[in-house]
């Protein structure tokens, strides 16, 4: 863990002083208000949340800080339960990109459970924008998470678009046995674990841009565990199926 956190901080003392020498640095700042807290299909806060972000990019490299706040203290905490630091590196091609990064995952009420992923990610500039990105967690979990995705906009006005989206994740083996542990258990005794299916998601989002460095972007995202990650929840008395409503602000400069 020492070792994760001494990487990340040297990371992050690294992207600036390159965008120093390099010039000035695109800013961003995003401010989202969900129902809900879900990522890869898990639900991780079953009640209003606001998720913050701040970002700054220059010629490829990427640093970002994002977190979460229970919105109405409904667990008894107040303040950030989590947040992550993400660094990046990207290059644009004709028809496509490529970016390689390393994410930082903190959790201050639970310290232990801290963890890292490191990352990479295509995608192509064609019709409905096909992404496919790679995740390796690299700390605690140690286990490979795989996510394809494609999208499309439709203009409603000079200011504002339709966007839908979709994607499907799976996890490895060891993914599974890190955050479905219920199911995995019960597939190790029968010797028939593998890698499998975890979630499934489909997005509806109206970005409108009131002025051109601002964009607020209501949207509604349903989402849905598959395989093993959906036996475990339900053994555990969850529900897999996840509609989440929300809204966000951003200003870049």
Do not use: C
């Not at 990371?11 to 640095?25: F, N, R, T």
């Not at 700054?56 to 229970?70: K, Q």
């Not at 209501?218 to 929300?246: F, K, Q």
Request: charged letters at 15%; a negative charge; aromatic letters at 10%.
């Amino acid at each position: 863990m020492k070792s994760t956190i001494t990487l990340v901080l040297g990371l992050m003392l690294l992207v600036p002083a390159v965008a120093v020498a390099m010039g000035p640095v695109d800013l961003s700042a995003e401010v989202g208000w969900f129902g809900r807290y879900l990522w890869r299909g898990m639900t991780l806060n079953d009640a209003p949340v606001v998720q913050p972000e701040l970002s700054a990019s220059l010629g490829g490299f990427g640093l970002s800080v994002w977190g979460n706040v229970d919105a109405d203290d409904a667990d008894g905490a107040s303040g950030f339960n989590e947040y992550d630091i993400t660094v990046s590196y990207g290059v644009g091609l004709p028809v496509a990109s490529l970016d390689v990064g390393f994410i930082y995952y903190a959790l201050p009420d639970a310290s232990e459970q801290n963890t890292a992923e490191a990352f990479a990610s295509a995608s192509a500039g064609v019709l409905l924008s096909p992404t496919l990105s790679v995740y390796r967690d690299v700390d605690q979990v140690e286990g490979w998470y795989w996510e394809a995705g494609v999208s499309h906009g439709l203009p409603l006005s000079p200011a504002a678009n339709v966007e839908v989206a979709a994607r499907l994740g799976a996890g490895s083996d060891r993914y599974l046995q890190g955050y479905f542990p219920t199911a995995v258990s019960k597939a190790l005794e029968e010797g028939t674990t593998a890698s499998s299916l975890t979630d499934l998601a489909f997005t509806l989002a109206v970005p409108w841009q009131p002025t051109p460095l601002a964009t607020v972007t209501p949207s509604v995202t349903w989402s849905t565990l598959m395989d093993d990650a959906s036996t475990s929840v339900e053994e555990a008395g969850g529900n897999g199926d996840t509609l989440v409503w929300g809204v966000s602000a951003a200003v870049s400069f």
